[in-house]
């Protein structure tokens, strides 16, 4: 396993067309995280899979924003009626669970998908 | 409230050492993390602290006072390839939250 990887890297849209984004994260990690970066920006938390259950989301996330997990592998990510305001970097990030006996907290993240909306 | 500040950008000169400041304040806290990110790419891990006191990891060390809510990530004998940008991060819960970021600049 080479580690956490997203599809497409890039996605450019019309303001108002839906987009959906992928995340395999490492195989053996159970949690899942989708976090959106703008530029100057930290790392903004969206959303929080164990496994295939969606434990938390943010309240700064719209009815929009929609994120399944459905087997607890990959992830997807879908924004409806894209906005020019959603335009960020969409990262995806893995770990381990704290009953895993390995768990350190850390965070593997992928490359990201940049998001433009004209 | 949930909130990390760090200062927005550093400027120092290649050798020399330079300190990173962080304070927070959280809802919960399992621990503080140090994520490093170069320009267009994904943070990557540098440290993680759980327990207050000094984590040294060959150039780079991270301090955590838990109290006080302070964190601080030392580079030592910089390099231009420490230009970067520093990400704070508290995990708590579930969730970890990030701060900002601070750029740090490296010049020769």
Redesign the interface.
């Known amino acids: 396993d080479t580690g956490v990887s997203q599809d497409p890297r890039h996605k450019i849209t019309k303001r108002g067309q839906n987009v959906t984004f992928r995340c395999d994260p490492i195989s053996e990690h159970n949690?899942l995280?989708w976090?959106r970066q703008t530029l100057?920006?930290?790392?903004?938390?969206l959303t929080?899979f164990?496994n295939e259950a969606q434990?938390?989301k943010s309240r700064l996330l719209s009815d929009r924003f929609s994120a399944e997990r459905p087997k607890g592998s990959f992830s997807t990510l879908e924004i409806q009626r894209t906005e020019q305001g959603d335009s960020a970097m969409y990262?995806c990030a893995s770990s381990l669970s704290i009953t895993s006996g390995r768990y350190?907290?850390?965070?593997?993240?992928?490359?990201?998908s940049r998001l433009t909306v004209l | 409230g949930q909130n990390?500040d760090q200062p927005t950008e550093m400027t120092a000169t290649e050798g020399a050492i330079v300190q990173i400041n962080c304070t927070y304040q959280t809802s919960g806290f399992?621990?503080l993390?140090w994520?490093q990110q170069h320009a267009g790419?994904?943070?990557?891990?540098l440290s993680?602290n759980v327990l207050d006191g000094l984590e040294e990891k060959g150039r780079f060390s991270s301090f955590l006072s838990r109290s006080k809510g302070y964190s601080y990530l030392l580079l030592k004998e910089l390099q231009m390839k420490d230009s970067a940008s520093y990400?704070c991060?508290v995990?708590g819960g579930?969730?970890?939250?990030?701060?900002?970021?601070t750029r740090l600049f490296v010049k020769a």
């Open positions: 949690r995280y976090y100057g920006q930290g790392p903004e938390f929080y164990q434990l938390e990262l350190t907290g850390e965070l593997f993240f992928g490359e990201g | 990390i399992n621990g993390f994520y790419e994904a943070p990557t891990f993680y990400l991060a995990t579930f969730k970890t939250i990030f701060g900002a970021g």
